[in-house]
């Protein structure tokens, strides 16, 4: 047999799992189309009701059975999938088919299904088309149950196993005991997929988008995954596994390590000290960067509230989500940001033109201008908010001083209206804004003057400074947050920060790369805004570092003049602070990612 069989997928969940591997029949089922007679309806529709039930079952005794309380929060995903059990749309849909085209119950819903897939398919927001496998996981669950397959639970999974599945839906993920599931790999899925964001809950080492996993893994097979790099080895050698063993080692040392940084501040060892705050999409994503020592949020990306759903959320609603948020939060501040969409975020009831450029188009600010009365909604249900704890006004993309003085005079005009109506809120709300583009960087120093605070989305100001559309594949390579263009440009956006005496942070993924938590505290950043997990990751750099050595870092780092060299300084300076957090393979990694 073939040693070393290396397979490339997506990183879901970190952390490195070595053991046998459980193969879990989730082949996608081929429904086969059987014409049926008009005495047969019935007896189709019944099946196909049948199936309904038993799944809606099916989930409301996972739903019972989850003991693990990390997993609480995230029921939410079964009923979702409840939820779609009930969907107008797939099942009367199904049923239609079944009376008029006089087809078995599969193939119509197979049909309604693949009307579904199309739909989400042309989504190009990873995080939407992820939630695509929602709806494939509730197909696939209905189609069993109606030609009767067996649903292989992983509850009753005796031994300690990496489990290895072409799809693996949520309530699978939610049945996996620790203790047995070691890990898990999936032939589909993205990183942003409830699947992978459970995993991620769980601790469980997980590498999804592996393509033909399940073609090439045989039950019982030795498997290493590789959470953090995407990496599975099927068949390791003896060297292999031993140097995955050591790996293994390292990571958990440095894990257990971490937890010791959830509690203490972020601040270096010459007392300068950094806030800390995580990004959130979803309320229930508050618990965790709580956890993670989170203090505050420093991004709530509101356009989720808007998306996967057939109307915009009105105004109440928006006010209760981000009263959730606020409350969870507090003492510590929230900072939401108004809808970003357009580009490559899509919301299903907000029409935007096809558009030749939609990144240069009519998205985040400049939509929410135009769209008066979607605006006002959403600017009142944030003031409403701010009446229940500490929450500042984030507004995206802005290109000018035209759009800051619209945004204050409309937030003004609402205050008033709230005034008139008698609704509480806090009068004195700080404003922020996302400084996402080459002439707001430019400008930066007017800018600043007329806001309180200033927030960098690298992503999209690499993607503007650059020139290279975020979403490319094809020029994913020039895509470099070390660009020296990329480092002035924020250099210039924290000196006019300084210089108008307010505070500047970062909410873009560069702020989550610990090999870069030095340069932006070099460069002078108030705050770094993240996603959770990386909390305590980019914390333990920075308490074992001195503000005066970052300064000098910056220094040397600015005088190169491309990414690579700038890449290759940084990473032998981490490498030689932090020899036990940057092995050279990893760093060689980020750099190549970024
Ligand atoms: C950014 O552009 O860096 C950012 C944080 O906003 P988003 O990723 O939502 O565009
Ligand atoms: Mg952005």
């Known amino acids: 047999m073939v040693e ?10 970190p952390g490195i799992a070595i053991g046998a591997s459980y193969v879990l ?22 099946a196909f009701r049948d199936a309904v039930r038993v799944s809606k079952k099916q989930l ?14 995230h029921l939410h995903i079964i009923d979702t999938h409840l939820l779609i059990l009930e969907d ?13 085209d ?7 819903l197979k049909r309604t299904l693949d009307k579904f897939r199309i739909v989400f398919d042309a989504i190009e927001d990873e995080y939407l088309r992820d939630r695509r496998s929602d709806i494939d996981s509730v197909g696939e669950r209905l189609l069993r149950n109606l030609i009767g397959a067996d649903q292989q639970s992983l509850a009753e999974l005796e031994r300690k196993s990496i489990v290895v599945a072409h799809d693996l839906s949520p309530a699978d993920t939610m049945q996996m005991d620790k203790k047995r599931v070691i890990g898990f790999i999936t032939d589909v899925g993205g990183r942003t997929a409830h699947t992978a964001i459970l995993a991620r809950s769980l601790g469980i080492p997980a590498v999804v988008g592996l393509e033909s996993a399940t073609a090439l893994v045989r039950e019982g097979m030795p498997v290493i995954i590789d959470g953090t790099s995407g990496i599975v080895i099927l068949n390791p050698s003896q060297a292999t596994f ?9 990571y958990e040392y440095l894990e257990q390590e971490l937890l010791s940084y959830r509690e203490l501040a972020a601040e270096t060892l010459d007392g300068h000290s950094i806030t800390l705050r995580g990004n959130v999409e979803l309320a229930e994503e508050v618990d965790l960067a709580l956890r993670e020592g989170a203090k505050g949020v420093g991004l709530y990306r509101t356009e989720f509230l808007f998306m996967n759903r057939e109307r915009i959320p009105d105004e109440e609603e928006q006010y209760l989500a981000y009263r959730e948020v606020v409350e969870r939060m507090a003492p510590h501040p929230v900072t939401i940001r108004t809808l970003d969409v357009g580009g490559d975020k899509l919301v299903t009831d907000i029409d935007l033109s096809d558009e030749a450029n939609p990144a240069l188009g009519l998205r985040a600010i400049r939509f929410s201008l135009q769209e008066g009365k979607l605006f ?39 205050k008033a209206e709230l ?6 809120f806090d009068a004195d709300i700080q404003i922020g804004i996302m400084i996402e583009t080459p002439s707001a960087v430019l400008i930066a120093e007017l800018l600043a003057q007329e806001v309180d605070f200033l927030s960098v989305g690298t992503n999209d100001l690499i993607q503007y400074c650059l020139a290279i559309d975020r979403g490319n594949e094809h020029v994913a390579y020039l895509y470099e947050p070390l660009h020296p263009a990329v480092l002035r440009a924020l250099q210039m956006v924290c000196r006019a920060g300084q210089s108008a005496g307010i505070e500047v942070g970062i909410c873009g993924e560069m702020a989550a790369e610990p090999l870069y938590a030095l340069v932006l505290l070099g460069l002078g950043f108030d705050e770094l805004s993240m996603n959770a997990p990386y909390l305590p990751r980019v914390k333990r750099i920075i308490r074992q570092a001195r503000r005066s050595e970052a300064l000098e870092l910056v220094t040397e780092l600015l005088q190169f003049g491309t990414a690579p060299e700038v890449a290759s300084c940084l990473q032998k300076e981490m490498q030689q602070r932090f020899p036990g957090i940057f092995p050279v393979q990893q760093i060689r990694k980020a750099v190549t990612d970024s």
């Open 4 to 13: 070393d069989i290396t397979l490339f997928g997506i990183g879901a969940s």
């Open 25 to 46: 029949d989730r082949k996608r089922i081929k429904p086969v189309e059987r014409k049926i007679s008009a005495s047969e309806v019935s007896e189709e529709i019944k």
């Open 60 to 73: 409301e005794d996972v739903k019972q059975g989850v003991a693990d309380r990390r997993l609480a929060e």
């Open 88 to 100: 107008q749309l797939l099942v009367d849909d199904s049923i239609a088919l079944i009376e008029s």
């Open 102 to 108: 006089l087809i078995n119950a599969e193939w119509a």
């Open 242 to 250: 031993k140097e995955y063993l050591e790996k293994k080692q390292l």
């Open 376 to 414: 006002n909604t959403q600017l009142r249900a944030i003031l409403r908010a701010s009446a229940h704890g500490q929450v500042r006004i984030l507004f995206p993309m802005i290109t000018g001083l035209a759009e800051i003085r619209s945004c204050k005079n409309l937030l003004e005009e609402v």
């Open 419 to 424: 005034a008139a109506e008698g609704y509480a």
